[in-house]
C-alpha cells in the first residue's frame, strides 16, 4: 500500500522502527483486502491537535486516540483514471497510544499498530457501532494483529 507518514505538530518524532512498523502493517492490510495498490495517509500527532480535531469533525470536545477520515464516505469527487484507491487519512495520539499502551499493559509499538489497523479498518468500511458490526471489527483486528505477529 502507498502510505504517507507525517507528523503534527512537524517537531514530533518517532523511531525509525515504529515508522517501519507503521509502512508493514499497511502493506499487510493492503494484502488481506485487496488494496495493495490504494494510498493512505497516518498522521501522528500529540493530543492537542487530536483534540482540536475531534472537537471540530465529531463535537466531540476531548482528546481520543485515533481518527479516521474515509475518502469512501466523503464528499470528495471520484478521481477519475487513476490507477489506485485513495482510502483516506488516519490520525493517531501518541501520547494517548503510549498512555493506553501502560494502561494495557503492552508495547508502545503494539498499542500504535493497533490503532492504526482499527483506523484503517473503519477507512475500508468496517464499524463498531452495533453489537454485531463490533463482534466483526473485532475479529478483523486480531486477526490482522496476529498476522503481523504482534501480540500483546
Known sequence: MN?????????????????????????????????????????????????????????????????SFAFRESDEPEVIGADFEILGDVIISLERAAAQAQEFGHSFLREVIFLEVHGLLHLLGYDHIDDDERREMETEQKFIMTRLGIGR
Do not use: C
Request: aromatic fraction near 6%; avoid cysteine.
Open 3 to 67: 502510505t504517507t507518514i507525517s507528523f503534527e505538530p512537524e517537531t514530533l518524532s518517532a523511531e525509525e522502527n515504529l515508522l517501519a512498523e507503521i509502512l508493514r502493517a499497511a502493506d499487510v492490510v493492503g494484502e488481506v483486502y485487496g488494496v495493495e495498490s490504494a494510498e493512505f495517509s497516518v498522521t501522528l500527532t500529540d493530543d492537542e491537535h487530536i483534540h482540536a480535531l475531534n472537537k471540530k469533525f465529531r463535537g466531540v470536545d476531548r482528546a481520543t486516540d485515533v481518527l
